[in-house]
């Protein structure tokens, strides 16, 4: 087979890319319902089978709000979703109103056990989002983990970690900052398969308080409330 044919035959499958691109993953991407954030996502979406770490300092920006309609499109489509150590307790009328089937969500109080919990849930196949609170405690080994245990499975692995992690490495192949933007939610991506991103996006989501849905407060259940209590978003 000639070279230029082969290499044109590699440079179509959607799991490689080139460095002037961005990854194109149809079948591995969720959209995030907001279509000018697909554009800048790498196969138009969150990615299924790797890390996405999302690095915010504070609640309240609106950043539950952001992975909200992906997460209600996982749900709507039987998808389990657990919560590894939230800082708060979902609002369990909320979430429901927002699409989500609360019998199949899940929260782990993982102690300092977080980074083995994520990788248990993800090595499982069962549960279609894992979404994971590890604070200051996961380091750079319990992440390739992490990572190793997402690959090749249809699971969206999201981190959330504070925005001083992003100046350390991390094998994490997204990794999305927050911050507030004149009253709307700034995100800029500071690693993405591809070409890197050169602006920050500012993005109109609801922020706590100016909705008429909290996604955050009282107890989602029974079973969650009978550990320590957690503290809610204001």
Known sequence: MPLTVALAEVLARGDVWRGDALASLPDSAIPSGHAELDVELPGGGWPRGNLTEILVDRGGLGEMNLL???????????????LVAPPWLPHAPAWAAAGMALERLVIVRAGREVGW????????????????????????????????????QRVFACLWRSTAAAQAPSPAPLRVLLDAGDGRLAVRIIKRRGRPATRPLVLSIPRPGRSSRALAGPALSLAAARGPAAAPVA
């Not at 609170?133 to 319990?142: K, S, V």
């Open 68 to 82: 909200l309609p992906a997460l209600a499109a996982i749900s709507g489509a039987g998808g389990w979703l657990a």
């Open 117 to 152: 919990c994520v990788e248990q849930l993800l090595a499982s196949g069962g549960f279609a989002a894992v979404l994971a609170w590890p604070g200051e405690g996961i380091d750079a080994r319990a992440l390739r983990r992490l990572q190793m245990a997402a690959e090749g």
